[in-house]
């Protein structure tokens, strides 16, 4: 039975930091290999969680069990006439590291880049944070809508006896909010295009078809309508990042078992499928977006 890795499911820890990579030219792929056999062991001595996925170029180099429908992450652009999107940026390969020291993510996510140069750059990087009770800057409880722990390897893993068995759909976003804008929304205009109160996260009775629980919380037989059986579940581990040129958002960081289910409430939050724009993208927007697939921990160790 293939083992998801297991810091997909562990308790987050205060700091996190993602590293996207892609190959240069001539890159060495048992070099590559190496690296990344080498940056999980460390990470495991110091008992931070290393999370290691690849984009869908880059995981059929590296094995034969890849999972059904596994595509790229394009820019998914408005029809509206606002100009809102989601940029896509997908790069080769995803490092996440979690831990409560942020010097130990620094010094393992450092020494992962130095073994990886000449073979792999950098193409960006976000350090983030748990901001209180895990809140997103805009003062909402993120991931409220989480299935129960025990549910999660059921929501988030690929089922025995299918292609990627034990891994993971991964979608990495950075979102940028327009904090300035939205803390002179009042409260109950802010609730009203998120879905929940601000307080307590409680779901609200009647949505507004721009919400944005209307867009993402997928039910049968629609959206957001409380009451009825979810569908398409994802398991969130979003947390904020405010960088020194003032810049602060959300760094947003899911898995499912199928990747199907990103791509749907992405068209649905802009406006593709005839639905309303979702409020949100007029306070925030991606810079950056990559789909990814973080495979199981026997086919990790085979690469070395």
Same mark, same amino acid.
């Given at each position: 039975?293939?083992?998801?890795?297991?810091?997909?499911f562990s308790?987050m820890?205060?700091?996190?930091?993602?590293?996207?990579? #892609?190959?240069?030219?001539g890159?060495?792929l048992?070099?590559?290999?190496?690296?990344?056999a080498?940056?999980?062991?460390?990470s495991? #001595?110091?008992?931070?969680?290393? /999370?290691v #996925?690849?984009g869908?170029?880059?995981l059929?180099?590296?094995?034969?069990? /890849?999972?059904e429908?596994?595509?790229p992450?394009?820019t998914?652009?408005?029809i509206?006439g606002?100009?809102?999107?989601a940029? =896509?940026?997908?790069? &080769?390969?995803?490092?996440w590291?979690n831990?409560d020291d942020?010097?130990l993510?620094?010094?393992?996510?450092?020494?992962?880049r130095?073994a990886?140069?000449?073979?792999?750059?950098v @193409?960006?990087?976000?350090?983030?944070?748990?901001y !209180?009770?895990?809140?997103?800057?805009?003062g909402?409880?993120?991931g409220t809508?989480?299935? &129960?722990?025990?549910?999660q390897r059921q929501v988030?893993a690929? @089922?025995d006896g299918?292609?990627?068995?034990?891994?993971s759909?991964?979608?990495?976003?950075?979102?940028?909010?327009?904090?300035?804008?939205?803390?002179k929304?009042p409260v109950q205009?802010?609730e009203e295009?998120?879905?929940?109160?601000k307080?307590?996260s409680k779901?609200?009775?009647n949505?507004?078809?721009?919400s944005?629980?209307?867009? /993402?919380?997928l039910?049968?037989? !629609?959206?957001?309508?409380p009451?009825?059986?979810?569908?398409?579940?994802?398991?969130?581990r979003?947390t904020?990042?405010?960088f020194h040129?003032?810049s602060?958002?959300?760094y947003?960081?899911a898995f499912c078992?199928t990747?199907?289910?990103?791509?749907?409430?992405m068209?649905?939050?802009? =406006?593709?499928? =005839?639905e309303?724009r979702d409020?949100?993208t007029?306070?925030?927007?991606?810079a950056?977006g990559?789909?990814?697939f973080?495979?199981?921990v026997?086919?990790?160790d #085979?690469?070395?």
């Amino acid at each position: 039975m293939p083992t998801p890795q297991p810091g997909i499911f562990s308790t987050m820890m205060r700091y996190q930091w993602f590293l996207h990579l #892609s190959r240069v030219e001539g890159a060495d792929l048992n070099a590559i290999k190496k690296a990344i056999a080498d940056t999980r062991r460390a990470s495991a #001595s110091a008992g931070a969680q290393c /999370v290691v #996925s690849f984009g869908p170029r880059f995981l059929p180099d590296l094995t034969n069990d /890849v999972p059904e429908d596994f595509q790229p992450y394009p820019t998914y652009e408005s029809i509206d006439g606002s100009g809102r999107q989601a940029r =896509g940026t997908q790069e &080769e390969m995803l490092l996440w590291y979690n831990h409560d020291d942020k010097g130990l993510i620094w010094k393992l996510q450092w020494d992962a880049r130095q073994a990886l140069k000449g073979h792999m750059n950098v @193409a960006r990087e976000t350090p983030t944070f748990v901001y !209180g009770a895990s809140l997103d800057m805009t003062g909402f409880i993120d991931g409220t809508g989480n299935p &129960e722990p025990e549910r999660q390897r059921q929501v988030a893993a690929v @089922a025995d006896g299918q292609p990627g068995a034990g891994g993971s759909h991964v979608i990495a976003q950075r979102w940028i909010h327009d904090l300035e804008a939205w803390e002179k929304l009042p409260v109950q205009k802010q609730e009203e295009n998120f879905g929940r109160t601000k307080r307590d996260s409680k779901h609200l009775d009647n949505l507004a078809p721009q919400s944005h629980l209307a867009h /993402v919380e997928l039910v049968e037989g !629609g959206v957001g309508a409380p009451g009825k059986p979810k569908r398409d579940e994802i398991v969130r581990r979003s947390t904020p990042y405010a960088f020194h040129d003032g810049s602060v958002g959300l760094y947003f960081f899911a898995f499912c078992k199928t990747q199907a289910p990103f791509r749907e409430r992405m068209e649905r939050m802009y =406006g593709r499928n =005839g639905e309303p724009r979702d409020m949100l993208t007029d306070f925030s927007n991606p810079a950056s977006g990559s789909y990814y697939f973080a495979p199981s921990v026997e086919m990790l160790d #085979s690469l070395g």
